[in-house]
């Protein structure tokens, strides 16, 4: 499976795990490791608190928010984070045209370590879906307790 490990800006490793058959070396694959990177604690914490409280799932996270898709020009990229747990009929509201990405979403979904990784869907505006398991340090507890310690 191809990964790649990135160093954030505070000297944090940071490991992007994705399907043998993704696509590798894009410009959307950079922009998403790029996110993922710069937003591994909001992310993990999601993904720990997701797991915590609903169980296995993935941390989806959709470019655009429904809520500003109005035509308006944003000055900057929007995305919305939210948890969707397994038991709520899978890691997507719809079924994949690529079945592959199903299957591994699936697969990681049953044996990943929630206490170590995140399971990631990034969902952008043109329809495409991409899946990520993502590692890193700080590990997903510790990132929860300090975005809640951040945010009170």
């Not at 992007?16 to 909001?42: C, N, R, S, Y």
């Not at 959709?62 to 898709?69: C, L, V, Y």
């Not at 397994?86 to 979403?105: I, K, M, Q, R």
């Not at 979904?109 to 398991?133: K, L």
Request: glycine residues 8%; proline residues 7%; aromatic residues 10%.
């Amino acid at each position: 499976m191809p990964s790649t490990t990135l160093i954030d800006e505070n000297g944090h490793f940071i490991t992007i795990e994705q399907p043998d058959d993704a696509l590798t070396g894009t410009p959307k694959e950079d922009e998403h490791h790029d996110f993922l990177v710069d937003h591994w604690m909001d992310v993990a914490a999601a993904s720990y608190y997701g797991f915590k409280r609903y169980g296995i799932g993935a941390v989806v996270i959709a470019e655009g928010d429904p809520m500003t898709s109005s035509g308006l020009d944003h000055p900057f990229d929007t995305r919305k984070l939210l948890y969707r747990p397994d038991s709520a009929g899978g890691w997507s509201s719809e079924p994949s045209d690529d079945e592959v990405l199903t299957v591994w979403a699936t697969r990681k979904m049953q044996t990943y370590d929630p206490n170590a990784d995140a399971i990631v869907v990034m969902a952008d505006e043109d329809g495409s879906v991409r899946s990520y398991v993502v590692n890193g340090d700080p590990d997903p507890a510790t990132c929860f307790e300090l975005v809640r310690a951040r945010n009170n």
